[in-house]
């Protein structure tokens, strides 16, 4: 099993930046697919980035490729979201999940693990 703890979330304008962080527990972190999900209030939970047990290979929702970049230390157990160039409708609950393996995967039926989640919001 594995236990997450994401970190970073907060309250910023239009077009700033934010890196969000998701600290994992366990010895075996690098055997994980490791992805990001977030919720806005009302609508369903979303995917929004992945990458690979070993971090070679990355994938990205439409609506964030290009401004949010995934990332991770398998030395450190931790896998970072960087965010830039947020909008307003990038406001919701930030979560990261694991799934063992190397499979990619995109619902988040598909991850068995997750994190309590860290509030963003993109406000003037």
């Known amino acids: 099993q594995v236990q997450l703890v994401e970190s970073g979330g907060g309250l910023v304008q239009p077009g700033e930046s934010l890196r969000l962080s998701c600290a994992a527990s366990?010895?075996?972190?690098?055997?994980?697919?490791m992805g990001w999900f977030r919720q806005a209030p009302g609508k369903e939970r979303e995917f929004v980035a992945r990458?690979?047990?070993?971090?070679?290979?990355?994938y990205y929702s439409n609506s964030v490729k290009g401004r949010f970049t995934i990332s991770r230390d398998n030395a450190k157990n931790t896998v970072d979201l960087q965010l830039i160039s947020l909008k307003p409708e990038d406001t919701a609950v930030y979560y990261c999940?694991?799934?063992?393996?190397?499979?990619?995967?995109?619902?988040?039926?598909?991850?068995?693990?997750w994190g309590q989640g860290t509030q963003v919001t993109v406000s003037s």
């Open positions: 990458i690979t047990p070993g971090g070679t290979y990355t």
């Open positions: 366990g010895r075996t972190f690098s055997s994980y697919l």
């Open positions: 999940a694991a799934r063992l393996g190397s499979a990619y995967a995109t619902s988040k039926n598909d991850y068995p693990y």
